[in-house]
């Protein structure tokens, strides 16, 4: 069946706010509450009128499970409105759109609130497995003499070491293997420096700090905590960041042989970003002005290991049924996982053996011209609230568009476990 493009009516994003070695001032579903409610407030219809909400996120909290539920009601969405989650790791926010969208399609919405959001920097610290069942042999002792040897049994370093939830949620348990460490795959298998990593880093940055001062990150809606403190900005874009600097930071996921750094990796951060998306009855009903379209999605999976060219895999179908070039494309989102992983993409469609092998191409694809990727900055720079991540390229490639008065762009993301996502969108005049 051909893809029936889907409105983008509008979005909005909360600042990206790097995590701290703490939890930040705001619980996921705050963050979607907030990034929600003055993007509706601003719509010709009412929170009421939608069909349904959609959330993207990879990390709920225990009291905010279906997430998506939680927030279309505190949203005032009112209780006939269906709220559901969703969860691919990265992509959670892009799957959130492309759900949308098949509801769309095949007639079932009309009108949907789509997006994602975390607040990685709530991740919780677990006990070990040893620790939970010395608690549960505890409760089950009903003497004080029965509790007292169970007690003489706990192990200080027990209780003391606590398994870190977001390491185990960053470690693909097929391979064993962190993200970061498919990273360091990467690198290797292309011969990608650290001075390259640190270079595009540095760049990512330079291109935020532009975007901030020329006022093309108007999706972002600021934050407000309980003390009445205001979040205007993302603030792990650093406005000083140099390669000198980037070269002195130690390589983390591989200490002796590695190049992947914390500062050429996103960042761990906290963050929502919302689309309305729209048929083409709901446009004419509502009297609506979209932001533009998307024209067609791909999803694709590669192995774990390699999992950062998952843009390739995606975007690539995508190319081949519109007949398109890499230089066709006006402009692109590629999510920063890692700068090893972007430019690993970069050069994998530059190679005849990539392309052959794992594409079924004749050749290679050639050079994304880059000038046109992730001209604002991109997650090295602004961070990666994972289930926020895809949502968030895609709302702002569409502004990338309109500012640069361009057309076509495609958004792409790679996700743990071995996948990848990307969306064909264009603008509407």
């Not at 998506?68 to 990265?90: D, E, I």
């Not at 003390?227 to 000083?240: H, L, P, S």
């Not at 469609?349 to 050639?366: K, T």
Request: net charge neutral.
């Amino acid at each position: 069946m051909e893809f029936q493009p889907v409105y983008v009516v509008d979005g909005s994003r909360t600042p990206f706010l790097k995590g701290r070695n703490a939890p930040g001032p705001f619980s996921a579903s705050d963050l979607a509450v907030q990034a929600g409610r003055g993007l509706l407030i601003r719509q010709r219809f009412a929170p009421t009128d939608l069909d349904e909400v959609i959330l993207g996120c990879a990390s709920p909290s225990p009291d905010e499970v279906n997430i998506g539920r939680v927030v279309a009601l505190r949203l005032g969405c009112g209780h006939k409105v269906p709220g559901w989650t969703v969860m691919r790791n990265c992509a959670s926010g892009m799957q959130a759109l492309d759900s949308a969208i098949g509801n769309i399609q095949n007639g079932r919405s009309q009108l949907v609130l789509a997006g994602g959001v975390d607040a990685l920097s709530h991740a919780p610290l677990l006990y070990s497995d040893a620790m939970v069942r010395w608690f549960a042999q505890m409760m089950q002792a009903k003497t004080v003499g029965q509790k007292a040897g169970v007690l003489a049994r706990l192990r200080p370093g027990q209780l003391l070491s606590p398994v870190i939830g977001l390491l185990k949620g960053l470690t693909d348990p097929n391979i064993g293997l962190l993200m970061g460490q498919t990273a360091e795959n990467l690198a290797w298998r292309f011969a990608i420096s650290r001075q390259q990593m640190d270079q595009f880093s540095v760049g990512s940055h330079q291109r935020a700090v532009a975007a901030r001062a020329g006022g093309r990150l108007g999706e972002i809606v600021p934050l407000v905590d309980a003390q009445g403190r205001v979040y205007a900005d993302d603030d792990g874009v650093r406005a000083d960041s140099n390669v000198a600097g980037l070269s002195r930071l130690k390589p983390f996921f591989d200490r002796r042989y590695g190049r992947v750094t914390p500062g050429n990796s996103s960042q761990i951060s906290d963050g929502a970003a919302w689309l309305i998306l729209a048929s083409q009855a709901a446009v004419e009903r509502w009297q609506l002005e979209p932001l533009g379209r998307i024209t067609d999605s791909q999803w694709a999976g590669l192995d774990p290991a390699q999992m950062g060219l998952g843009p390739v895999h995606a975007a690539t179908p995508i190319l081949q049924r519109h007949g398109l070039g890499l230089d066709d494309i006006d402009l692109w989102e590629i999510n920063e996982a890692f700068a090893a992983q972007v430019l690993a993409c970069l050069a994998a469609w530059e190679s005849d053996e990539y392309c052959g092998e794992h594409l079924g191409l004749a050749q290679a694809l050639g050079a994304l011209p880059r000038g046109r990727l992730n001209v604002d900055g991109g997650a090295v720079a602004v961070g990666h609230p994972v289930g926020a991540s895809g949502a968030r390229i895609v709302l702002h490639l569409l502004h990338a568009l309109r500012q640069a008065r361009v057309k076509r762009g495609i958004a792409a993301i790679c996700i743990g476990g071995g996948q990848g996502g990307a969306m064909l969108v264009d603008t509407v005049a």
